[in-house]
C-alpha cells in the first residue's frame, strides 16, 4: 500500500476476494488505454447489451474503439464550450426564471426534467421538446436500472466462480415492462430520426454526428439510448 495503490479485500460465503484500488492518474490512463490487456468482464455488461444492444459502454475490442472514435470529438473541452456549454446556461437561466412563478412543486420532478431537457437538446438540437425529453429519460433510466443492478451482481458472481473454479453463464429474461419500454424509446427515437430526415440543413449536435459516420441505425439508437440514460443519471 503506497497510497496510490491499495490491495483491499472482502469475505463473502466463507471465501476472502482480493481487489486493487488505484488513484494514481498515470496508472489509471495507462490501465485504460490497454485494453488488449484490461478487458471489460462480459459477463457484467451481458445484462446491460440484452437492454441497451451493443453501445460505446458494453462494446468490445475494435468495435468499441470505432464508436469511440466517432463520439470523441464532441466532448473535447473545446467542443463542451462550444456546444454544451450554452445549453446548460439557457436552459439553466430559463430554470431559475421560472422558479418564483411555480408557487408549490416538487423539486425532484422539476430538477429530473431540467436535466432531461439538458440531455435532450444536447442530443436532438430543437428536434424534441422538453417534455419528450423528460418523458424519454424516465422511459430510459426506469428500463435500464434493473440490467445495471443485474450488472453487479453478475460481476461479482463471475468472479466468486472463477475463485472457485467454476463457470457463471448469467441468464437474461426481459419482462413485460421492458420489453414495452424498449418498445417506447425506439418508438420515440424513431421518431425523431424521422423529423432529423426533413432537415435541410441539420444541427451539428450528437445525433448527427452518428448519422453522420457508418453506424447502423440500430447502433446510432443503442448509443443514443445509453448517452441519454448515463447523462441523466449522472
Do not use: C
Not at 471489460?40 to 468490445?60: F, H, M, R
Not at 438540437?125 to 450488472?151: G, M, N, Q, W, Y
Not at 419482462?175 to 435541410?200: F, G, W
Request: hydrophobic fraction near 40%; proline fraction near 5%.
Amino acid at each position: 500500500n503506497d497510497g496510490d495503490v491499495r490491495l483491499g479485500s472482502m469475505e463473502w460465503m466463507g471465501h476472502e476476494f482480493r481487489f486493487w484500488t488505484i488513484s494514481d492518474p498515470i496508472l489509471i490512463a495507462e490501465i485504460a488505454s490497454k485494453h488488449d490487456i484490461f478487458r471489460k468482464p462480459y459477463e457484467g455488461y451481458a445484462s446491460l447489451e440484452a437492454i441497451t444492444g451493443k453501445n460505446v459502454i458494453t462494446a468490445q475490442d475494435e468495435q468499441w474503439r470505432q464508436m469511440r472514435h466517432i463520439m470523441a470529438p464532441y466532448f473535447t473541452p473545446k467542443s463542451i464550450k462550444t456546444h454544451l456549454a450554452p445549453i446548460i446556461v439557457e436552459n439553466s437561466h430559463n430554470f431559475v426564471t421560472a422558479l418564483p412563478h411555480l408557487g408549490d412543486f416538487n423539486a425532484e420532478k422539476i430538477l429530473r426534467n431540467a436535466t432531461a431537457a439538458n440531455i435532450g437538446r444536447a442530443l436532438f438540437s430543437d428536434d424534441i421538446t422538453p417534455e419528450r425529453s423528460a418523458e424519454l429519460a424516465e422511459t430510459i433510466v426506469h428500463t435500464t436500472l434493473s440490467a445495471e443492478k443485474f450488472s453487479l451482481w453478475s460481476s461479482l458472481a463471475m468472479k466468486i466462480a472463477n475463485a472457485l473454479g467454476q463457470t457463471y453463464h448469467p441468464e437474461i429474461h426481459l419482462t413485460r415492462q421492458e420489453k414495452k419500454n424498449l418498445h417506447a424509446i425506439h418508438t420515440m427515437l424513431d421518431d425523431i430520426t424521422a423529423t432529423r430526415a426533413r432537415h435541410q440543413n441539420p444541427p451539428e449536435d450528437i445525433f448527427q454526428v452518428l448519422k453522420d459516420s457508418d453506424m447502423s441505425p440500430d447502433l446510432i439508437n443503442n448509443n443514443i439510448q445509453m448517452l441519454f440514460g448515463a447523462g441523466f443519471e449522472t
